[in-house]
């Protein structure tokens, strides 16, 4: 495996708060990344720096293949307006946007590829609605094939799985795991402990001012997690002592 | 009644003002829409406001002038836009609060300026408009402005859609995201400008919001949201126009802005995404929640 991009010594935060200090971790090609931590810890902030939207305070960030042309990014819902007068299939197409040009349009092999997307997150059929018809979980799933068309080697999702139901968190795992076959570096915020971390190779757990990253059975255990502030110890016996230990155990 | 068309044609300053609305419903359509659209309508009349003292001052130093108009107009739409975004980003101020304590001083301040400089123009012709003010000057503004703003749209509509539709995207995707948010208020202001003497610093950007609100009841696309708010604009313009000219002592501006909330009641009430929907959709019990299926605003894919 090759690194998509190195971080060295990176420490990130703000003017008067520093969120982690001194990590140093390569992003490879064909892994999967989940960053996990408590609210405030600095996952969402880490996401950001990855796009250039914010500085490190100090590190440095290298792209061994050259910054990619693109960065695909799924940003938490919270911002994204529903009733914009827009259908499907151009929110799909939004993610080559960049290619149009001023003027053409998409061309025949680009609205092959938005079909493909389309067909591939089980949203065909809507292809012609607008926005503000869609559920929660049809809205991720054109999020998720917009992503496909921005064709990046690098992929962002910051909390993917905050609004959807079971079934769709499974189909959209199973494209996850098809971008990690293709070579592509997906890097994933989750908030919680849960069956997702089963998909991911790695894991970067923040907070309490530390990053540690690692393989995931070997960083998801119960000490590092209250060290870090991720659960109390009263949250850590129960998990790890409690009904839902079985399914925890599997990550520490 | 024909013979009222006709006595109204002959006139010189009713075909410069029917000449004039419609290349400044051609205009203001784009702006109106996307000012809707990035939810900043009562920022367009805050900014409407926020011109006046500019041009107020041009117009106590240099009267009735074009070019002091533009560059005052200008110079105070910048500034308070620019001092508003300061106060936000530097000060406990939202940026809608920052805004509107500004907004109110400049609109205060001009009234203020205008009634010490002991003007000749009546104030009402400052707020509401006048069509008999739309002279050769006037109509080379909005002419340009119409040309610049189209221009500006062509290059920018892609970046303008993805920003209004997903902003943390579009920022994700973009160097200088800000280049399309500062460009997109300058064309607010310029066409506020070239608006002022036909509908007045009141109503200006009521030619702007009302045509799109009534659009989006209809159109469930940007391109059928901007070709049916230039024909609601266009309605607003020539029907208001006539209505002020049968109606001695009333002016343009408010008579255009009716007729475009007229278009809007009418919109609220029978378009596909106002209450006719809700009306038709309780007479398909049961399958509110399916999604309703696209159906273009003139029949055919855009």
Redesign the interface.
């Known amino acids: 495996m090759s690194a998509v991009l190195q971080i060295r010594d990176l420490t990130l935060g703000y003017p008067d708060l520093t969120l982690f200090r001194r990590l140093s971790i390569d992003i490879e090609a064909g892994t999967t990344l989940a960053v996990l931590g408590a609210n405030g810890s600095g996952k969402s902030s880490f996401v950001k720096m990855l796009?250039?939207?914010i500085q490190p305070l100090s590190g440095q960030l290298t792209w061994p293949r050259g910054r990619p042309h693109?960065?695909g990014?799924l940003?938490q819902m919270t911002?994204?307006?529903r009733r914009?007068?827009?259908?499907v299939r151009?929110?799909v197409a939004?993610g080559a946007?960049?290619g149009?040009g001023?003027?053409s349009g998409l061309d025949r092999a680009g609205r092959d590829r938005v079909a493909a997307a389309l067909e591939e997150c089980h949203i065909l059929p809507?292809a012609?609605?607008?926005l503000h018809?869609?559920s929660g979980g049809?809205l991720q799933r054109a999020l998720f094939a917009r992503v496909m068309l921005q064709d990046a080697p690098l992929i962002l999702l910051d909390e993917p799985f905050a609004a959807v139901d079971q079934s769709t968190e499974e189909h959209l795992l199973s494209i996850i795991e098809r971008w990690r076959h293709e070579g592509r570096a997906v890097v994933l915020v989750v908030h919680d402990l849960s069956s997702v971390l089963d998909h991911c190779n790695q894991v970067l757990l923040l907070g309490g001012g530390h990053a540690t990253h690692g393989a995931v059975e070997s960083v998801l255990a119960p000490e590092r997690l209250v060290a870090q502030g991720y659960l109390s110890e009263s949250q850590a016996a129960w998990m790890f002592r409690g009904p839902a230990a079985n399914q925890v155990r599997r990550h520490a | 009644m024909l013979e009222l068309f006709t006595e109204m044609w002959s006139f010189a300053f009713m075909r410069r003002a029917f000449v004039a609305t419609t290349v400044l419903s051609v205009s203001v359509t784009p702006v109106g829409a996307f000012l809707v659209?990035r939810?900043l309508s009562l920022a367009g009349e805050a900014m409407a406001h926020a011109i006046t003292p500019g041009v107020v001052i041009g117009f106590v130093m240099a009267g009735l002038s074009v070019t002091w108009l533009l560059v005052g107009g200008l110079i105070a739409g910048i500034g308070v836009a620019s001092l508003a975004a300061l106060l936000a980003a530097r000060t406990i101020l939202r940026g809608d609060a920052s805004l509107a304590s500004l907004y109110l001083v400049a609109l205060a301040a001009s009234i203020f300026i205008l009634s010490a400089a002991g003007s000749v123009v009546p104030l009402e012709s400052f707020l509401f408009g006048s069509i008999l003010g739309i002279d050769d000057p006037s109509l080379m503004l909005l002419g340009g402005v119409a040309t610049v703003t189209l221009v500006s749209f062509?290059?920018m509509l892609?970046?303008l859609?993805?920003s209004?539709?997903?902003?943390?995207?579009f920022?994700?995707?973009?160097?200088r995201p800000w280049v399309i948010e500062q460009g997109f208020m300058l064309l607010l202001v310029l066409n506020l400008l070239a608006a002022f003497k036909t509908l007045g610093t009141l109503m200006a950007v009521g030619l702007m919001i009302l045509p799109a609100t009534a659009a989006?009841y209809w159109?469930?696309?940007?391109t059928?949201?901007l070709a049916l708010g230039f024909v609601f604009a266009l309605l607003s313009c020539w029907i208001g126009l006539t209505l002020s000219y049968l109606l001695p002592e009333t002016p343009s501006g408010p008579s255009i802005v009716l007729v475009a909330g007229g278009l809007f009641l009418i919109s609220v009430l029978f378009g596909p995404l106002g209450f006719g929907a809700r009306l038709r959709s309780r007479s398909r019990a049961g399958v509110e929640d399916e999604?309703?299926?696209?159906t273009h605003p003139f029949g055919k894919s855009p």
């Open positions: 796009l250039g939207l693109a960065i990014y940003a911002e994204f307006d914009f007068p827009i259908r151009d929110l939004m946007w960049q149009f001023l003027w809507l012609d609605c607008p018809t869609l049809q | 659209l939810r062509a290059v892609r970046p859609i993805v209004t539709c997903d902003p943390v995207f920022e994700s995707q973009t160097r989006r159109a469930s696309t940007v059928g949201q999604p309703v299926p696209y």
